[in-house]
């Protein structure tokens, strides 16, 4: 009698021997497609010898014909696993096989698979490349090819089986297609929230390559589990799918991935998520509306003063959340938000519209290339330009009215942005040229503010457009402009009339021109970045001894 070591050893060393017999007798019907790369690679390591290179360089042409020739080679290693069987359109194979189905699959499976790998780590060595010659996203290297080869190898070893002739070539492309894209969501989602948190230059290199190289050979796996489970439960005899363990733990696997993914994005997902395109915009409470247009050639750049019309979206986005676009348009510019924060103002090709964030209603004020409003929000002070010199004239606009806006003054004034203190009846302006004045709409008396001497803007504001923002209760306006990779924020005292340059940042990777998002009471500001479509939001006004810190 035997023992019980040697009735679980019997079994095991049976199993073993007809798993065995299995990969001899895929060795037998398919060992002339397993050699047939092998050619090629005595070819290659041939030119190499003679030529005195130790690698071949391959260019982006070169590069896509190798992709092309290595997803082709993983397709038969994987078609030809089941083919013949199922032409015949019955699982007696699996019958007349004493090997248990799961390892007959995994026989076959395994074989073909550990094949194309072979080959695929004999010709790496041998040649050099470079993915971004392929336009692929940042981030992205040669574990995607290895993510592709895997793909398409388990899709042919599915598509091997429950289908025939042509059928199988379209099966592989549209679920290698499918799974593809699925991986690449699920990566790029990884790696944007990774982005998000760090400036590329300061991402921890244990997490860089966790998340590009790491998170693909991880979605390689989940890739291929798929397709070998599908196998196992057709030959199973195709019972119910949640009653099916492989199934059942595929399903579970991908369900804790997205799972996992989702409590990643809400620990770590950063407070706001604006457009990299962004060219103005302002900050209301725990909202930011911001106007982005798209990236022009250098054509569109050289021509744009001559009426180029160009396309444009105000978006909508809240701290905590992701944005929404509410209006398109042509030229859009200067948004700003009414004091309750329902009506956005803005100038869509030279005219006034405010639009309510409720019921998307568009209205029309009247010409103007940049707005002001009231501390009750039902008026508007437009600037309008006259003439050939660029000079602005000033009228008021009733919101709601039915009257068309009335001149405040005759005066002209050269003017980037304003701000109204409606309550005090004082106007400020914004001048192209580094220069601040009030206008003092009772008695049209204009004073003008001097920057301090050594830290005046470093460009003139009507080259890059001015934050404007005014703080009437703690009697401040606040002016700020990134320039050059530098912030410089400035605070009119409204009582004693001095301006002051009270925060300077200096970073290489904020992004020149783009628009500078001030809180209203100037506590925080959000600076959009040269590496991402993504913001940083800091505290300001050191300088002026409230008590705040970055």
Known sequence: MRTQAERIRFPFLLGARRLIAVIRTELAGSGISYLFPLPFYLGLLLYLRISGLSTLGVKAG?????????????MV???????KEADRKTLDFTLSRPVPVCGLVL???????????GWTFLFAPLLRFDLTELGLSKGMGPEWILLFLLSVHAMSFLAGIISRGLERFFLVIVLSGVMGSLCYFLWKAAFDLMTANYYWFDIPPVLLGAVSRGVPYYLGFLSIVPPVALVLWHLAGRPRPWTFPPLRRTFTAWGLTGLLL????????????????AVAGDWRGDRIVYVTKGVPSDKEVLIVGKGLKEAGTLKIARLWGRTRAVYTGVNLAKPRFSPDGRLVAFVEDGWIKVIGLRDRQVTTIGRGDAAAWSHDGRRLVIARRVGKRGLSRLFLAEIGGRRKPVPLTEKTFNLADLAWDSRAGKLYLVGFFKDLSCLDLETGAVTSFSFPKGDEPSIYLGVIEPATVLDAQGGRLYLGLIDRYRLQLYALDLRAGSLDLVEEKVDRRLQTGAPLLLQPSAKAAILLRIDGSFAYQIILLEALKEGYDH
């Open 62 to 74: 070169g590069l896509w014909g190798l992709l092309v020739a290595a997803g082709l080679l993983a």
């Open 77 to 83: 290693y994987g078609l030809q696993s089941f083919a």
């Open 107 to 117: 026989g076959k499976y395994l074989l073909s698979l550990a094949v194309l790998l």
């Open 262 to 277: 989702g409590l990643l994005y809400l620990v770590f997902s950063p407070p706001l998520w604006p457009d990299r395109t």
